[in-house]
């Protein structure tokens, strides 16, 4: 479950993230024609705000009873562009929470957040609709916790590759409607790897 405390730290990195822009507009763009980079004044472009589900794959390595494999997820973005379709993406996700090895107080349960640094490429594929692919690095962090007999507790916070890609469609003149699939592979408690997946819908704002 999404709980207050969740929904505030997520609104304090949104914020962050969102300020990046002002802080880059000190620095003047790139001549005509060259690329843009992120410490430009016109770099950052956009930012947003998305929620959805994610699927944990090594759920149920502690125990041989079923277990939930689906959380909420949720988490915001703020993006650039360095040529017309090449782009920069920092995201905060937070993957949500599952019960492992049967949940419940004789259970665990496993959460998973993190930043993603992402680089971008889009095509356009109607007027007001395109398609992006990412590729990049996630710095993931995951808890494991719970009193489940065998079950090994604790945080791993490791770097590790992300996969993505997504839908993007204009509502108006500067939002978006984006829809998003992630793949996360992250290091959990008892030193294994596994892919955690993110699915989201979200609203995009375009600021220049």
């Known amino acids: 479950m999404i709980n207050k405390k969740q929904l505030v730290a997520a609104s304090f990195v949104l914020l962050a993230l969102t300020g990046l822009p002002a802080a880059c507009f000190g620095q003047e763009a790139s001549p005509s024609g060259s690329w843009t980079m992120p410490y430009e004044r016109n770099f950052w472009k956009y930012a947003g705000i998305n929620i959805g589900?994610?699927?944990?794959?090594p759920t149920c390595q502690y125990s041989s009873t079923?277990?939930?494999?689906n959380g909420?997820?949720?988490?915001?973005?703020?993006g650039g562009r360095f040529a017309n379709h090449i782009g920069l993406e920092l995201t905060y996700a937070n993957l949500g929470e599952i019960?492992?090895?049967?949940?419940?107080?004789?259970?665990g349960k496993?959460?998973?957040y993190g930043l993603n640094l992402s680089l971008v490429a889009d095509l356009p594929v109607a007027a007001s609709t395109d398609i992006f692919g990412k590729v990049g690095e996630s710095w993931g962090r995951t808890n494991?916790?719970?009193?489940?007999?065998?079950?090994?507790?604790?945080?791993?916070i490791e770097a590790q590759p992300s996969l993505g890609a997504g839908l993007r469609f204009a509502?108006?003149?500067?939002?978006?409607?984006r829809l998003d699939a992630d793949r996360y592979h992250l290091e959990f408690s008892d030193g294994g790897r596994g892919t955690v997946y993110g699915y989201t819908v979200?609203?995009?704002?375009?600021?220049?």
């Not at 589900?53 to 794959?57: C, D, E, L, N, V």
């Not at 909420?72 to 703020?78: E, N, R, S, T, Y």
């Open 144 to 156: 494991v916790a719970g009193d489940a007999p065998g079950l090994i507790t604790g945080n791993r």
């Open 171 to 177: 509502i108006a003149p500067k939002w978006a409607l």
């Open 110 to 112: 496993t959460s998973a």
């Open 66 to 69: 079923s277990c939930e494999i």
């Open 53 to 57: 589900q994610s699927r944990f794959t």
């Open 72 to 78: 909420q997820a949720f988490g915001g973005v703020v």
């Open 202 to 208: 979200g609203l995009q704002y375009k600021f220049q």
């Open 99 to 107: 019960e492992t090895a049967g949940g419940g107080t004789a259970g």
